[in-house]
């Protein structure tokens, strides 16, 4: 075991998720006591998390800087007219995706609620159509410049992944910890930022998984003994309360075990049960979603002419493997935690699961 660096990330409870300090009109609009409108202030501004406030923020500017440069002042509530060229703007102008105009649109709807005036109406049937058509131009544009897909990880690709992540010139550490960080995003089916941290400089121990928060479980069925670990994940995004969701990640014996993976990892860091970040870098720097998409481009884009990797690959992997096991909607609903039938986007067949269903469709073709 080697002697752990000391984290150098500081603690700041309840800053990453929320933000503090937006002003939401309530004094003009009721006219209420200096002190109620800072506590109703203080609720609005943990209504929504902090990057949707940064986002709506941008999407206010965005909309100021697009009046300037038409020789308007900003005045709300905004047109169908206004709302039509402002999309326009972002999306010739601009350059921006489908997806981030209707972030700034809905920007702009929260824009007209904190000032106080009547919700507006902002997606009118035309806008929803040009969006509609932008976002189907995105798709051309992305096959057209031959953009690499987002790849759902596969068995053998953590295989392959698991050599190029030990292959690595970095730090033992390094390698147990980013080699960790994969079994467990796919095994329980997690986003980068349920496992890691938003930022190197600070973590929030209310919000963000410690390593406490890891726990060794041994389970004892039918005379049979086995490991398995448990995540307590805190504010899980499907959680409409922000309660903690308790996920079990079981041994399963393979090359890809998340248990042996934990277990070699924590023989070597040493320490357990402690209120630091779950997962730190050798140079004692937390474990970012940011630096680990960083480190998978860099060890597998050699090797992968077409397609990318990311955090979020080994949540689309964990529903791709278990809809090519046969598994139901509802097992795969439960296991990945989803509260939509969002899981279904990310259910991609593999080549032999689609030819054993042909084949079974010819079948009974021929029966017929």
Known sequence: MRERRKCLAKPATGTAKYSHGMTSGLKSRIGLPEQTIRDLNHAVSHSIAK?????????????????RENGQSLSLPIS??????????????RGLKASTINGYLAGVRNLHIMKGLPEPKIRTDLVKMVIEGRKNIDAINRLSVGKKERQPVSLD??????????????????????????????????????LLCKTEESFDPAVELLREDVQMKVIISERKTSESLQLRLKMPKESKDNRATIVDVFETGSEICPVKAFKKWQKFTGGAGTKEPAFLWSNGKPVTA??????????????????????????????????ELGYSDTEIQAVGRWSSR???????????????????????????
């Open 51 to 67: 990057k949707t406030w940064l986002s709506y923020r941008t999407a206010e500017r965005m909309l100021a800087k697009f009046m």
């Open 80 to 93: 169908e007219v206004v709302t039509l060229g402002f999309v326009h703007w972002l999306a010739y102008k």
């Open 157 to 194: 690709l953590m295989k392959l992944l698991k050599a190029r992540i030990y292959g690595m010139q970095a730090a033992v550490q390094d390698k147990l910890t980013a080699w960790l960080v994969c079994t467990l995003a796919l095994h329980a089916a997690c986003r980068g930022g349920e």
């Open 290 to 323: 940011k630096a680990m998409n960083k480190l998978l481009k860099e060890v597998l884009d050699p090797v992968l002419s077409d397609h990318q990797i990311s955090m979020h690959s080994f949540r689309t992997g964990a529903a791709s493997l278990m809809g």
């Open 342 to 368: 969002a899981f279904e986007n990310y259910i991609k067949l593999g080549r032999s699961k689609r030819i054993a269903v042909l084949r079974k469709m010819e079948k009974q073709r021929a029966w017929l």
